[in-house]
Structure formats: structure tokens, C-alpha cells
């Protein structure tokens, strides 16, 4: 007689386990749908905040001026009278360019004077991956000092930084000796490397005495290197206005620094 009793009270206890099983199944699932929303929006962030970390500021200049254009005529009538000009290949004068000229005032048994003169441009662009196109030309720029002071047989070494000539700029000179025929020439060399924000600019100047005429002065071949890297720089600088001979078609979209001594003209006037 009891045993139905037993059985129904087996079944009602299992009858009331079910709705807690549902419950916790329920809170279960609703609890992995909130992890996988807070997932989601976590990676959503992680990429937001990775694509900004990427960000770097533009280059200031998209093209670079003819090469070859860098000096006006009085400067290589004084540097390397009577030269012509040799444009240096280039798969992309856009980012790389170089001009050279050579002269030789040649005077027979009385001697000769041999000078060479050289510019080369090369521009970077920022990069997401390599960063600023100012921070690229900053490391090409001591790679640049590094290696005109690595240079094989280079005697009497001086390295002196140049002023007013770009945003930094240095100059390294040496003697270097070599054969012509049967006489020993030395050389004079001045190399100024330069850099303009995310473009740098390497002038090299050299002379040589000839057939027993004296080498020129150490001073005289600096004074006009240097000449000749500002104005090498002011054309890259010029170039950022338009008002350059480029390489390529556009223009850099990023204008010329204006100067401190500007900017306070301008504002005194405003005051006045």
C-alpha cells in the first residue's frame, strides 16, 4: 500500500528540480552573451587605440627641386667656371636626386686648377611602420656624417658644425692624395651634409693643383661650400611655396617655416 506513495513523491521531487535547472541555464546563457559583447568591444578598442598609436605627422615636403637647378649661374661661375652639369640617375627624382660639375682651368706647363662640385637631395616620407619623414632624414643625416668621416685616405680630419643652413648642418674636411700621371695631387675636400625637416642635402666641394700648380686653401674651398649648401637649402625650402623647379608635379603641401623675426613684425604691426 505504500509503495505508490513512495513513487509519487520520487516524481514530484524530480518535477520541482526542473525549473532550477532551466534557471541556471538561462542565467548561464545570458552570461555568455555579455562576455562576448564585452569582447567585442574590447578588440574594437584595442584596434581604435592601435590605429591612432600608428598616426605620425606628414613629411613637410612631397618633391624635390631639380637637382641640377640647386645654384644659380654667378655661384658655378665661381665654384666651377665654364662646367656643365651632369644629372646623376635616379629611379624616382622625386625622393632621390644629384648634380655634379667639374672644371678644369687648365694652363698647360704653368699648371691647372681641378675643382668638383656635387649636390645630393634625398627626401623621406613619413611612414606609419618607419615613422616621421623628419626622424627618417635625422637618422640619414648622421649616417651621412658618419660615412664622409669613414673616408679611405682621409688625412687632417676637422668636423664644425654650420650655421643658418637648414635645421642642423655639418661640415667635415680632409686631404686626400692621389696619382695623376706620374705626380701625387692632394686634394681638398669639403663636404657639408644638411638636413630641412624631412629632406637632406649633401654639397660636395674639392680642388687639386695640377701639373706643379699649388692646391687652393682649405678656407677658400670652406667658404664656398658653404655658400653653396645654403643655397642648395634655400631651393629646397623654396621648393615648399611652388616656387621651385620640381622634380615631380606636385607640390608640397606643408609651406616654408616663417621666421621668429616675421612672426614678431607681424604682430607688432597688429599692436600698433
Known amino acids: 500500500m505504500h509503495r505508490p506513495t513512495k513513487r509519487l513523491t520520487r516524481t514530484l521531487v524530480c518535477a520541482a528540480a526542473v525549473p532550477a ?38 613629411a613637410t615636403y612631397k618633391e624635390l627641386p631639380q637637382a641640377c637647378s640647386a645654384f644659380s649661374k654667378d655661384t658655378l661661375g665661381d665654384l666651377v667656371p665654364k662646367a656643365e652639369s651632369k644629372a646623376g640617375a635616379s629611379d624616382d627624382e622625386s625622393t632621390r636626386a644629384n648634380c655634379s660639375w667639374s672644371s678644369l682651368d687648365n694652363n698647360g706647363v704653368e ?14 616620407d ?26 679611405k685616405g682621409a688625412k687632417d680630419l676637422k668636423t664644425a658644425p654650420v650655421s643658418k643652413t637648414g635645421d642642423a648642418a655639418t661640415q667635415i674636411s680632409y686631404d686626400r692624395k692621389y696619382k695623376d700621371k706620374k705626380d701625387t ?17 649633401t654639397v660636395d666641394y674639392n680642388g687639386s693643383g695640377l701639373a706643379g700648380e699649388k692646391a687652393p686653401t682649405a678656407d677658400s674651398l670652406s667658404k664656398d661650400a658653404q655658400k653653396a649648401a645654403k643655397e642648395a637649402v634655400a631651393k629646397v625650402i623654396e621648393s615648399a611655396k611652388g616656387g621651385g623647379d620640381a ?20 604682430e607688432s604691426k597688429k599692436g600698433a
Open 185 to 201: 695631387v692632394t686634394s681638398k675636400q669639403q663636404t657639408i651634409v644638411s638636413r630641412v625637416d624631412n629632406v637632406v642635402v
Open 21 to 58: 535547472v532551466l534557471v541556471v541555464a538561462g542565467c548561464s546563457s545570458g552570461s555568455g552573451s555579455d562576455s562576448a559583447k564585452d569582447d567585442s568591444q574590447a578588440k574594437a578598442s584595442a584596434s581604435t587605440s592601435g590605429a591612432k598609436a600608428k598616426k605620425v605627422t606628414p
Open 126 to 151: 613619413s611612414d606609419v611602420n618607419r615613422g616621421s619623414g623628419d626622424k627618417l632624414a635625422e637618422s640619414y643625416y648622421a649616417k651621412q656624417i658618419k660615412d664622409a668621416k669613414a673616408t
Open 247 to 266: 622634380a615631380g608635379s606636385a607640390k608640397p603641401s606643408a609651406p616654408a617655416k616663417e621666421s621668429k623675426d616675421s612672426k614678431k613684425s607681424e
Open 111 to 124: 699648371g691647372s686648377q681641378f675643382r668638383w662640385l656635387n649636390v645630393s637631395l634625398v627626401r623621406f
